[in-house]
């Protein structure tokens, strides 16, 4: 799998964008971008993937740059709910094995 | 739907106990995962099931055995507990399809002292 860095945390306000990075610089050309979060100790939830095209659904908006060397995960209206540790993991799409391999993520914390 | 549940929440061993972790889902999904979670850390995988019948080793298996009973059900065992296995153990179900996500269940902490 390839690898991602991101940042270790940001800070943003309660109702403004969150936007959070990532590189994945060596990113193959059949792996897709995904993003979970990890609320305070419980397991991790998917949030949103895509592989060159810019995806929104009802929780966020993933940005890719056109190279697909690094993404933006957008939190259009931020609250405190949405603090979290926010993982960027890129994988081949299909497979039992294709496994999510977890960096330590970044943690958003969401101030009123 | 229940989703993925998992039996214990808590538990504390004390060196070379055994015991089984329980992971159920209810969502009729083909792949189940079981991930080790250590203090601020990312998840890394022990082992998964890409079908009924069906084991592979993840990234740090050794310690660890698992079986998928059926379908809906993957225990993850430890044969002699260490302290090295203190961790949160989540376990995954994942769907097929266009999305390709996987569920988590709410977590194991364990203590092994």
């Known amino acids: 799998d390839a690898k991602t860095t991101q940042p270790p945390s940001m800070d943003c306000a309660e109702g403004r964008a969150a936007n959070l990075p990532c590189n994945h610089s060596?990113?193959?050309?059949?792996?897709?971008v995904y993003w979970y979060r990890q609320i305070h100790s419980q397991g991790p939830q998917y949030i949103i993937h895509?592989?060159?095209n810019n995806e929104t659904n009802e929780m966020a908006s993933l940005i890719i740059t056109e190279d697909r060397k690094s993404s933006t995960l957008i939190l259009p209206h931020a609250t405190l709910r949405d603090t979290a540790v926010y993982y960027c993991?890129?994988?081949?799409?299909?497979?039992?094995?294709?496994?999510?391999?977890f960096g330590k993520g970044i943690t958003l914390s969401v101030r009123p | 739907n229940a989703g993925v549940t998992q039996t214990p929440k808590f538990q504390v061993l004390k060196t070379g106990q055994s015991m089984t972790l329980q992971c159920a889902q209810d969502m009729n999904h083909n792949s189940m995962y079981w991930y080790r979670q250590d203090p601020g850390m990312g998840l890394r995988l022990i082992y998964y099931?890409?079908?009924?019948?069906?084991?592979d080793k993840g990234e740090v298996p050794n310690g660890y055995n698992v079986s998928r009973l059926n379908k809906r059900e993957f225990s993850l065992r430890l044969e002699s507990a260490a302290p090295s296995q203190t961790s949160v153990y989540f376990c995954?179900?994942?769907?097929?399809?266009?999305?390709?996500?996987?569920?988590f269940g709410p977590g194991t902490r364990l203590t092994v002292l």
């Open positions: 995954a179900s994942r769907i097929a399809g266009q999305r390709n996500e996987q569920f």
């Open positions: 895509g592989l060159k």
């Open positions: 993991i890129v994988r081949p799409y299909t497979g039992a094995n294709s496994k999510l391999t």
């Open positions: 060596t990113i193959s050309g059949n792996e897709y």
């Open positions: 099931s890409a079908s009924e019948g069906t084991t």
